[in-house]
């Protein structure tokens, strides 16, 4: 099988600023899979953002092949540093069956 992410979005709610957020997929829970082309990373300098703001990010499509019968477990996975209020993470994963 196969899947890619989409666009893991971080919210918040009230004014925060915003250092640097990272996304990636990956095989290990709340492990970034730190192997180039993997992950996806961008720095924000401390920009100061809203309550209505919303950062979109793409998360590279990577390809996973699950052996016939067996099950795999893929977790999205998100860092940010930012400072006041609170950070919210959520995207979407999907997958095909090989034909």
Do not use: W
């Not at 666009?7 to 970034?32: D, F």
């Not at 590279?60 to 477990?73: E, F, H, K, M």
């Amino acid at each position: 099988m196969s899947r890619a992410a989409r666009r893991p979005n971080c919210t918040r709610s009230g004014l925060a600023s915003l250092t640097y957020m990272i996304g990636s997929v990956s095989l290990l829970s709340a492990t970034l899979d730190a192997i180039n082309g993997r992950s996806d990373s961008s720095v924000h300098g401390e920009e100061t953002l809203f309550a209505s703001a919303a950062v979109s990010k793409q998360v590279y499509r990577r390809r996973i092949t699950v052996a016939g019968g067996a099950t795999q477990t893929v977790y999205a996975v998100a860092q940010a540093s930012f400072g006041a209020s609170t950070c919210g993470v959520f995207g979407t994963l999907s997958a095909r069956r090989a034909r």
